[in-house]
C-alpha cells in the first residue's frame, strides 16, 4: 500500500517509544532526519555498503521504491520532485550505484530540481585504497550536484542531512548529494534532533531590490509592446497565480518555455506557446519584435534564443532570476533583479496596480495594435497538427494524448520529436503537469519520471510518452511499475528511428541517414505480457483514438506502442545557429524516402 | 588578461576543489594559487590568479559567489589592492661574482637565508613583475634554482562581508504515517 503522508488526511503524529535523545545507529539516525524532512518514500537500489541502511528501512514507516537502474532512482526522485514541488530522495550504493546516478544528477541540476541522494560509501578506513565497489563519488559528484557531504562521523550525520534539504530545497533548487560510509551506517551515536543549521556562505536572495522593482514597473508601463518570457523559475517558486495576475493585467503576450509550460494555463488568452527552436511563428515573431521582454525564471538557453545576437534585438530586457550568476549569463538585461519569481511577481504588481490610473491610458493604442499584430502572426502561421488518413501522424497522437488529458494528466517524456510536438500541442491547465528532460535532454527520462509522478499524485492520469528510443533505454522500469502496480499509461510514438537525430541528418547532413534507424523493436503485446502489463500495437488512424481510451479505461499501467508514419520532422524549426525569426516553417521539398 | 581573485571560504574538505573546478570546467588554467588560514581558524583566505576571457570574469565571480562554502568572492584585478610575491632562490657564486650578487639582492631588498661555498639562497619578496626582473638579474649570475609562492593580494577596500544566520531546521515536529508492521520487508 501507497503511504501517503497527508493528501488522505489518514496521517497520525507518530510517538517513538524511546526518548527524544537516544542512542541509534547511523542507519536509523539518517531515515529519523527524512522523517522530519517529511519524506514518505525514497527511490533507491541498495548494495554492499548500504546493507545497514537497508536493514533499517526493514520495518521503518518509510517507503522505499525498489528501481531497476540507480539512474532511474535519481529519474523517478525527480518526477516525484516536479510532481510535487517537493524534495525527491533517491539513494545508491558505492562505486557502480553512485556512479549511475550521475546522468540523474547532472539533469537534476540543468533543469533545478530539488534532490537529495544518498549514496553509500565504503569503510572509511577504506577510503582511497580501490577497495571493492569504492569510487570517489564526492569528486565526482562535485560538478554534476549544487552541494555535496563526505559524511566522516554520525555526529555530523543529522546537521549535514538537514543542510542538504535546505540547500536542495531553497535558493535556485538543484540536486545534493551526501556520501555516507558503512561505518557512519554502522556506528552508534545519540540521536539529539537537530534544531537549527548554519550556512553562512550560502545566500538566498528571495525579495528583490525595491528600486529595480519601481524600476521595473515604470518600464512595464512604458513599454508599446512587452511580452512576457517565463521559465521554471516560476514553477519552481510557485508563482503561477502571480504570473496569471500579472499577465492580465499588463495584459502582456506570454510563453512558456519547455520548462515552463503550465506555469500559465496553455488556454489562457494571453498564453502563445512555446518559444524557441520549435516554438511557434508567433512566439519567435513575437520575441524578435517586442520593445520589453520580460523573462521570468528563464536561463536565455539557447534553444530558446536562436543566434543570441539577433534575439529580441530592439527589446529592453528585464530579468527576474533567483540565482545571480543567470544574470547576465547570457544576455545582459536592462533591468536585473535578482529574487524570487513569486515574491518579485507579487510586488510589481502592487506597484503597477498604484500606478495604473495615471499611466493606463499612455499605450493603449500601440498595446492593441501589438495584440492584433499577435493574432495576426497567429492565424498566418498557426501551430497545426498534421493528421493523415493512410497512417498515423506523430502529431495526430499527441492531439488525442491532449484530447483525453484536457489539460489536466501529468505527462512526462523523453528526449526528441515527441517531446517537442508534445510541447507544441499538449495543453496544460496547471503547473507540475508536464515534466519531460529539459536542459540535459536525457532519453529515458519518461518511465522513471512516470514512476515518481504517479507514486506523488495517485490521484492523477499519468502519460509516460515516450520514443522508441528512450523507451527502450528504460525497459526495465516496467518490472518498477508492476510490482508497484501504477496505473500509468506509456504511449511509445514508435517511428523506427531515433526520430531527431534523423531529422537533422535529413536536413544538414544530405539526408545521410547514419546510426539512427531502430531495428528489432520488441513486441510490445509480448514485452508488456512478460512483465504482467497489457500492451498493444496500432498503427491504423481510426484505431488511435479507440485505443487511448481502452488504455485510461484500463485500472493498471497499459503499455500502448503507436506506429507513426517514420519521416515526419518537427515545424517550425530554428535551423541552429540561426535568428529565431529566420524559422523554417515547413520542409523544404518532398521528403525523400531513403533506402 | 590575468585575473587576480581574492576568496573566503569555509576551511572544509573539498572547499579548494570547488572553486578551482568552476575554473577548470571552462578549460582555464590557474597561473598561482595560495590558501592559508584567516583569524578565524575555520576560513581560509584563497588568492588566485588566473587568465580568464575579459567578458566571462563577472560570470566566474559570481559562479564563485554561488559555492555553498565561499563566503565572499572578489576580483581585485581593477580594485585598488596590495599584491605581493615571495621568491626563494638558489644562486650558485664563483668567488669573483660573491659581491655583485650581495649588491644586486640588496638593490631588490632580498635577504640571504643561507650563504655556502657553492652559493647563495636568497629570500624576495615584492610586486610579482618586480620579483621577475629579480630573477632575470640573478640568472644572469649563473645557474639559478626558483620556488615561487605565488600572489598573495590584499584588498584596500573595506567590503562588508554579508553572512547569512542560522536557520531552523524542520528537525522538532515527528509526524509518521501510522504504519502496521513491516512495510519494506
Redesign the interface.
Known amino acids: ?1 501507497y ?4 493528501r488522505q488526511g ?5 510517538e ?1 517509544a524511546v526518548p527524544m535523545s537516544n542512542l541509534m545507529s547511523g542507519a536509523k539516525m539518517l531515515l529519523e ?1 527524512l ?4 519524506v ?1 518514500c525514497i527511490f533507491g537500489y541498495p548494495g554492499g555498503v548500504t546493507l545497514p541502511l537497508y536493514d533499517a ?8 521504491v525498489l528501481v531497476r537502474h540507480e539512474q532511474n532512482a535519481a529519474f523517478a526522485a525527480e518526477g516525484y520532485a516536479r510532481a510535487t514541488g517537493r524534495v525527491g530522495v533517491c539513494c545508491a550504493t558505492s562505486g557502480p550505484g553512485s556512479t549511475n546516478l550521475v546522468t540523474g544528477l547532472v539533469n537534476a541540476m540543468m533543469d533545478s530540481i530539488p534532490l537529495v541522494a544518498l549514496t553509500g560509501q565504503v569503510h572509511s578506513k577504506l577510503i582511497g585504497s580501490d577497495a571493492f565497489q569504492e569510487a570517489d563519488t ?2 565526482i559528484s ?2 554534476c550536484t ?3 557531504y ?1 559524511v566522516k562521523s554520525i555526529n555530523d550525520l ?1 546537521g549535514i542531512i ?1 543542510e542538504a ?3 536542495a530545497a531553497t535558493g535556485r533548487p538543484g540536486p545534493v548529494l551526501v556520501d555516507i560510509p558503512k561505518d557512519v551506517f554502522q556506528a552508534q551515536g545519540h540521536y539529539a ?12 536572495y528571495t525579495e528583490g531590490h525595491t528600486g529595480q522593482i519601481r524600476r521595473a514597473a515604470q518600464m512595464i508601463w512604458e513599454a508599446q509592446r512587452p511580452f512576457v518570457y517565463a521559465g521554471g523559475g516560476i514553477i519552481s517558486s510557485g508563482a503561477s497565480e502571480e504570473l496569471r495576475q500579472f499577465v492580465e493585467f499588463v495584459d502582456a503576450p506570454t510563453v512558456c518555455t519547455l520548462m515552463g509550460l503550465g506555469a500559465l494555463p496553455s488556454r489562457h488568452p494571453n498564453f502563445i506557446s512555446m518559444p524557441g527552436m520549435h516554438g511557434s511563428y508567433a512566439a519567435n515573431m513575437g520575441m524578435s519584435h517586442c520593445d520589453l521582454l520580460i523573462a521570468l525564471g528563464v536561463r536565455f538557453d539557447d534553444r530558446v534564443t536562436g543566434r543570441l545576437s539577433a534575439f529580441a534585438a530592439h527589446a529592453k530586457v528585464i530579468h527576474v532570476d533567483i ?3 543567470e ?3 547570457n544576455r545582459v538585461p536592462d533591468l536585473p533583479i535578482v529574487g524570487d519569481a513569486r515574491r518579485v511577481l507579487g510586488k510589481i504588481v502592487k506597484v503597477l496596480q498604484k500606478l495604473a490610473p495615471a499611466e493606463a491610458p499612455r499605450n493603449a493604442a500601440p498595446r492593441k495594435a501589438w495584440w492584433r499584430q499577435i493574432r495576426a502572426w497567429q492565424q498566418e502561421h498557426p501551430l497545426l497538427p498534421a493528421v493523415s488518413s493512410s497512417e498515423i501522424k506523430p502529431q495526430h497522437l499527441v492531439t488525442e494524448i491532449d484530447r483525453i488529458s484536457n489539460g489536466r494528466a501529468v505527462v512526462t517524456s523523453d528526449v526528441g520529436q515527441h517531446q517537442m510536438w508534445a510541447c507544441q500541442f499538449i495543453r496544460f491547465d496547471e503547473p507540475r503537469l508536464w515534466i519531460s528532460s529539459g536542459g540535459l535532454g536525457s532519453m529515458g527520462f519518461g518511465l522513471p519520471a512516470a514512476v515518481g509522478a504517479q507514486l506523488a499524485r495517485p490521484d492523477k492520469l499519468v502519460f509516460a510518452l515516450v520514443g522508441d528510443g528512450g523507451f527502450q533505454m528504460s525497459i526495465p522500469e516496467l518490472a518498477t511499475i508492476a510490482s508497484q502496480g501504477l496505473p500509468i499509461k506509456i504511449v511509445i510514438m514508435n517511428n523506427g528511428y531515433l526520430g531527431m537525430v534523423r531529422q537533422w541528418q535529413e536536413l544538414f547532413y544530405n539526408n545521410r541517414l547514419s546510426g539512427v534507424e531502430l531495428e528489432c523493436f520488441p513486441d510490445v503485446e509480448k514485452l508488456g505480457a512478460a512483465y504482467g502489463i497489457p500492451g498493444r500495437v496500432i498503427q491504423r488512424p481510426e484505431e488511435l483514438s479507440p485505443a487511448l481510451n481502452a488504455a485510461v479505461r484500463e485500472p493498471g499501467p497499459y503499455l500502448l506502442s503507436v506506429k507513426v508514419s517514420p519521416f515526419e520532422n518537427v515545424y517550425p524549426m530554428v535551423p541552429s545557429g540561426a535568428a529565431v525569426s529566420e524559422m523554417v516553417l515547413g520542409p523544404p521539398q518532398p521528403v525523400a524516402v531513403p533506402k | 588578461m590575468l585575473q587576480v581573485i581574492s576568496l573566503l ?2 576551511n572544509r ?2 572547499a579548494l ?2 572553486v578551482t ?1 568552476v575554473l577548470s ?1 571552462r578549460g582555464y588554467n590557474i597561473e598561482s594559487l595560495t590558501v592559508a588560514r584567516t583569524l578565524d581558524p575555520t576560513l581560509s583566505r584563497m588568492t588566485i590568479v588566473v587568465d580568464v576571457d575579459p567578458n566571462l570574469r ?2 566566474v565571480i ?2 564563485m ?8 568572492a572578489s576580483d581585485l584585478t581593477e580594485s585598488p589592492a596590495v599584491a605581493r610575491d615571495m621568491v626563494l632562490l638558489r644562486v650558485r657564486a664563483q668567488l669573483e661574482t660573491r659581491t655583485a650578487i650581495l649588491k644586486e639582492a640588496e638593490i631588490f631588498g632580498a635577504r640571504v637565508v643561507d650563504s655556502s661555498v657553492e652559493g647563495f639562497a636568497l629570500e624576495a619578496t615584492g610586486a610579482p613583475e618586480k620579483l621577475d626582473e629579480f630573477i632575470d638579474v640573478m640568472r644572469s649570475y649563473g645557474d639559478i634554482e626558483v620556488t615561487r609562492s605565488g600572489m598573495v593580494a590584499v584588498s584596500l577596500e573595506t567590503k562588508k562581508l ?18 502496521n ?5
Request: net charge positive; charged share 25%; glycine share 10%.
Open positions: 500500500m503511504l501517503s503522508r497527508d489518514a496521517v497520525t503524529t507518530y517513538r532526519c522523517v522530519r524532512e517529511g514518505d528501512l526493514y520495518d521503518h514507516p518509510l517507503r522505499h564526492f569528486g562535485r560538478s549544487k552541494h555535496n563526505l543529522p538537514h534539504f535546505y540547500i534532533p537537530v534544531s537549527s543549521i548554519h550556512l553562512p556562505g550560502y545566500k538566498v540565482d545571480p550568476a544574470i547576465g549569463k | 571560504v569555509e574538505p573539498g576543489m570547488r573546478g570546467s563577472r560570470q559570481k559562479q559567489n554561488r559555492l555553498i562554502n565561499v563566503l565572499q554579508r553572512l547569512s544566520p542560522p536557520i531552523p531546521t524542520k528537525g522538532e515536529v515527528l509526524k509518521v504515517p501510522d504504519t508492521g513491516v512495510i519494506n520487508g
